[in-house]
């Protein structure tokens, strides 16, 4: 079924479902499905996915990361294809990568993994309303509450609040919550039809490596309209 | 201490609580068999919060503004970051309430090194418990980490209380893969007061089988409402809503319209009737109140209001320090009698998440098993979604028990009525 998602509920797709996927320390793991897909068409052509410490200024901004690594603006997916992931100093050492400066630690007392700072989809051109207008059924999703990575499986989870129903292009008044957001993340990227022309970061939230070593940072992107299954 | 408290006494500030904290830990990484990296750490920390009275519209408030201070600052340094501290809680227009009073005991101390061994010795039995059921080839671990810390804690007020204790957690994660015929991973956290090498190594047999059940699910279960079985873990998430409710900071602002005698799970209960205790799971809360175990529900009835001295003084309750873990009994029926006719058994989500203020649960199910009355099958993928105010009088807890961070009760819940969203 075709959903519009608002900004903050891209930013947690950029974040959980595909970023958390990138994390190289994974790679040495193997435990990230998106190692075999270098260089590989993973997402429609409109989709292009920054992070870095540099490609915007927010929460997850610094100079350098905690290993002294300067910061940078990582491309990871360029009009579809996955063109490289982010790594800690010992990643990128392990796997002779260049360095992306995303290695940082909870604090003083916490060892330093790969993640993320500034993570988002670019603007494209399309009007939201537009987007809402192409719908027949479906739901405009916005105020995300959590939400889980699965870099193995390249699963997505998310929780959203809000989820608007649409019929025939427009908002009933009727709304569903809670909701979740699940499915596989190739499938939800190569369907993204639309993407709006105005991109919003949000920086309130921590990110976890699990349930642990918790650091600041930010997603976000545009309105974007792809399938997604909801429960 | 010295310095902060001679800080205070500077600046003139009369009420205040110090919370002081050394930290010792030993660290393990692996990956696979191997050990990756090791870590120790040995700091200490220091957290002051000092109060501000004043009038505000003819009202007594009393203001608070916490700061951490470190080994290395100067006189000087202290005394700023203590004035700022007092000035900025002049803005923080809290109702008066008044601080939990004492005097100096002596210090408890829950970690015996001669009974349980060093912080390296106790790494080093846990990593054995850890890998010594991973013996297959087919589902092994793929990668653990393991923190072994001793924590010494001591809390001063300006009321005259004076208390310390030292105790140990071990804790950490693992990650267990089965390759054929699904590359798949299952993620496991574990979190002990002592080191209990049998416990981790049951979770990790446990952890193993349900990795290899994992790798021959195929598909989502079917759409519909279910009977629902939660186990291990996340029944520990479910039990906690009561937890959280019951929570003066939670009762005061009316997030929760929990009272004390009520009924929480309502009338004509047909499932099981809950009793919960609160545990204490250490001798002092941070504010220096002695914690004992207390009835929180008897036979679904709310016995226990528990939290911190503000907001238990604006409730007009005894403060009881703030609990987090919880002791429910055996329930009704074996974990057997559970699963008869249509079920879903899930064992593993991504996240499973309940929502204290509303009630609901959810998660995306990385494994479950689903029975259709005759065959049992695994399944993967989809969520569920419910509501616990809707499910707990028809709720049913398991005579088998089991252990995990801050919970010991039944090992399995089941829910009716759940929404699933599969195939």
Redesign the interface.
Same mark, same amino acid.
């Given at each position: 079924m075709l959903r519009v998602c608002a900004p903050d509920v891209t930013g947690v797709i950029a974040h959980e479902a595909f970023g958390h996927g990138v994390e190289m320390d994974m790679f040495v793991k193997k435990r990230a499905l998106a190692e075999n897909y270098i260089g590989e068409y993973i997402a429609s052509p409109l989709v292009t996915m920054h992070d870095g410490a540099a490609a915007a200024d927010e929460t997850g901004s610094y100079f350098f990361d905690d290993e002294g690594v300067l910061a940078q603006d990582t491309v990871i997916i360029d009009k579809g294809i996955l063109k490289r992931g982010i790594s800690d100093a010992l990643t990128a050492l392990r796997l002779g990568t260049a360095l992306t400066g995303n290695g940082r630690r909870q604090s003083y007392e916490r060892k330093a993994y790969t993640r993320m700072t500034n993570t988002y989809f670019e603007a494209g051109c399309d009007k939201l309303e537009d987007m809402i207008a192409s719908i027949e059924y479906g739901f405009l999703l916005e105020n995300c509450m959590s939400g889980m990575e699965d870099p193995k499986n390249w699963g997505i989870q998310c929780m959203v609040n809000i989820a608007r129903e649409i019929k025939n292009g427009r908002l009933t008044g009727k709304i569903y919550s809670p909701v979740v957001l699940t499915g596989y993340v190739p499938d939800l990227l190569k369907s993204i039809s639309m993407v709006s022309d105005e991109v919003k970061l949000f920086g309130s939230g921590f990110c976890g490596k699990g349930y642990k070593e918790f650091v600041k940072n930010s997603n976000g992107g545009p309105y974007i309209k792809a399938r997604i299954r909801l429960g | 201490m010295d310095k902060i408290l001679n800080a205070l006494r500077k600046n003139g500030i009369s009420v205040y609580l110090i919370n002081e904290d050394v #930290?010792e830990s030993t660290?393990l990484?692996f %990956?696979k068999r191997k050990l990756d990296?090791r870590?120790k750490?040995n700091?200490h920390h220091y957290s002051v919060t000092v109060y501000n009275d004043f009038e505000k519209d003819g009202r007594k408030m009393r203001g608070s503004s916490t700061i951490g201070l470190y080994n290395g600052m100067t006189d000087d340094e202290i005394s700023e970051a203590i004035r700022e501290a007092y000035y900025a809680a002049s803005f923080v227009s809290n109702p008066y309430y008044e601080l939990p009073s004492g005097r100096k005991e002596e210090p408890v101390v829950l970690y015996n090194p001669g009974e349980f061994g060093t912080l390296a010795e106790i790494a080093g039995k846990m990593a054995e418990a850890l890998f010594a059921e991973d013996k297959l080839n087919d589902v092994f671990i793929?990668?653990a980490e393991l923190f072994v810390e001793k924590t010494t804690s001591h809390i001063l007020n300006s009321s005259g209380i004076d208390v310390s204790y030292q105790k140990i957690e071990i804790k950490g994660?693992f %990650?267990t893969?089965c390759i054929e015929p699904r +590359?798949?991973?299952i993620?496991m956290?574990f979190c002990y007061d002592k080191p209990d090498t049998e416990a981790l190594k049951e979770k990790v047999k446990r952890t193993l089988e349900i990795t290899k059940a994992r790798a021959l699910a195929e598909a989502a279960p079917p759409t519909g409402e279910y009977r629902v079985i939660l186990s291990g873990k996340n029944v520990r998430e479910i039990f906690k809503y009561y937890l959280r409710r019951s929570s003066a900071d939670m009762i005061y602002p009316k997030y929760s319209n929990y009272e004390l005698g009520m009924n929480v799970q309502g009338d004509n209960v047909i499932g099981d009737l809950l009793n919960i205790m609160l545990k204490a799971r250490e001798p002092y809360s941070y504010e220096g109140i002695p914690m004992t175990d207390r009835p929180l529900l008897e036979n679904g009835v709310l016995k226990t209001i528990h939290g911190n001295s503000r907001f238990a003084y604006y409730l007009g309750v005894a403060p009881t320090g703030v609990y987090n873990s919880i002791y429910i009994p055996e329930g009704s029926r074996t974990f057997n009698e559970m699963q008869t006719g249509e079920y879903l058994h899930v064992v593993s989500f991504? +996240?499973f998440?309940m +929502?204290e203020l509303?009630g609901?649960f959810? $998660?995306?199910i990385?494994l479950a098993f689903y029975s259709d009355g005759k065959t049992v099958i695994p399944v993967t $993928? $989809?969520? #569920?979604?419910g509501s616990l105010p809707e499910c707990h009088k028809n709720m049913i807890l398991s005579k088998e028990m089991q252990k995990e961070k801050d919970y010991e009760g039944p090992f399995a819940v089941l829910l009716p009525k759940v929404?699933?969203?599969?195939k």
């Amino acid at each position: 079924m075709l959903r519009v998602c608002a900004p903050d509920v891209t930013g947690v797709i950029a974040h959980e479902a595909f970023g958390h996927g990138v994390e190289m320390d994974m790679f040495v793991k193997k435990r990230a499905l998106a190692e075999n897909y270098i260089g590989e068409y993973i997402a429609s052509p409109l989709v292009t996915m920054h992070d870095g410490a540099a490609a915007a200024d927010e929460t997850g901004s610094y100079f350098f990361d905690d290993e002294g690594v300067l910061a940078q603006d990582t491309v990871i997916i360029d009009k579809g294809i996955l063109k490289r992931g982010i790594s800690d100093a010992l990643t990128a050492l392990r796997l002779g990568t260049a360095l992306t400066g995303n290695g940082r630690r909870q604090s003083y007392e916490r060892k330093a993994y790969t993640r993320m700072t500034n993570t988002y989809f670019e603007a494209g051109c399309d009007k939201l309303e537009d987007m809402i207008a192409s719908i027949e059924y479906g739901f405009l999703l916005e105020n995300c509450m959590s939400g889980m990575e699965d870099p193995k499986n390249w699963g997505i989870q998310c929780m959203v609040n809000i989820a608007r129903e649409i019929k025939n292009g427009r908002l009933t008044g009727k709304i569903y919550s809670p909701v979740v957001l699940t499915g596989y993340v190739p499938d939800l990227l190569k369907s993204i039809s639309m993407v709006s022309d105005e991109v919003k970061l949000f920086g309130s939230g921590f990110c976890g490596k699990g349930y642990k070593e918790f650091v600041k940072n930010s997603n976000g992107g545009p309105y974007i309209k792809a399938r997604i299954r909801l429960g | 201490m010295d310095k902060i408290l001679n800080a205070l006494r500077k600046n003139g500030i009369s009420v205040y609580l110090i919370n002081e904290d050394v #930290i010792e830990s030993t660290e393990l990484f692996f %990956i696979k068999r191997k050990l990756d990296m090791r870590r120790k750490k040995n700091v200490h920390h220091y957290s002051v919060t000092v109060y501000n009275d004043f009038e505000k519209d003819g009202r007594k408030m009393r203001g608070s503004s916490t700061i951490g201070l470190y080994n290395g600052m100067t006189d000087d340094e202290i005394s700023e970051a203590i004035r700022e501290a007092y000035y900025a809680a002049s803005f923080v227009s809290n109702p008066y309430y008044e601080l939990p009073s004492g005097r100096k005991e002596e210090p408890v101390v829950l970690y015996n090194p001669g009974e349980f061994g060093t912080l390296a010795e106790i790494a080093g039995k846990m990593a054995e418990a850890l890998f010594a059921e991973d013996k297959l080839n087919d589902v092994f671990i793929n990668s653990a980490e393991l923190f072994v810390e001793k924590t010494t804690s001591h809390i001063l007020n300006s009321s005259g209380i004076d208390v310390s204790y030292q105790k140990i957690e071990i804790k950490g994660e693992f %990650i267990t893969q089965c390759i054929e015929p699904r +590359d798949v991973e299952i993620y496991m956290d574990f979190c002990y007061d002592k080191p209990d090498t049998e416990a981790l190594k049951e979770k990790v047999k446990r952890t193993l089988e349900i990795t290899k059940a994992r790798a021959l699910a195929e598909a989502a279960p079917p759409t519909g409402e279910y009977r629902v079985i939660l186990s291990g873990k996340n029944v520990r998430e479910i039990f906690k809503y009561y937890l959280r409710r019951s929570s003066a900071d939670m009762i005061y602002p009316k997030y929760s319209n929990y009272e004390l005698g009520m009924n929480v799970q309502g009338d004509n209960v047909i499932g099981d009737l809950l009793n919960i205790m609160l545990k204490a799971r250490e001798p002092y809360s941070y504010e220096g109140i002695p914690m004992t175990d207390r009835p929180l529900l008897e036979n679904g009835v709310l016995k226990t209001i528990h939290g911190n001295s503000r907001f238990a003084y604006y409730l007009g309750v005894a403060p009881t320090g703030v609990y987090n873990s919880i002791y429910i009994p055996e329930g009704s029926r074996t974990f057997n009698e559970m699963q008869t006719g249509e079920y879903l058994h899930v064992v593993s989500f991504s +996240d499973f998440q309940m +929502d204290e203020l509303s009630g609901h649960f959810s $998660g995306e199910i990385r494994l479950a098993f689903y029975s259709d009355g005759k065959t049992v099958i695994p399944v993967t $993928g $989809g969520s #569920i979604n419910g509501s616990l105010p809707e499910c707990h009088k028809n709720m049913i807890l398991s005579k088998e028990m089991q252990k995990e961070k801050d919970y010991e009760g039944p090992f399995a819940v089941l829910l009716p009525k759940v929404s699933v969203a599969g195939k």
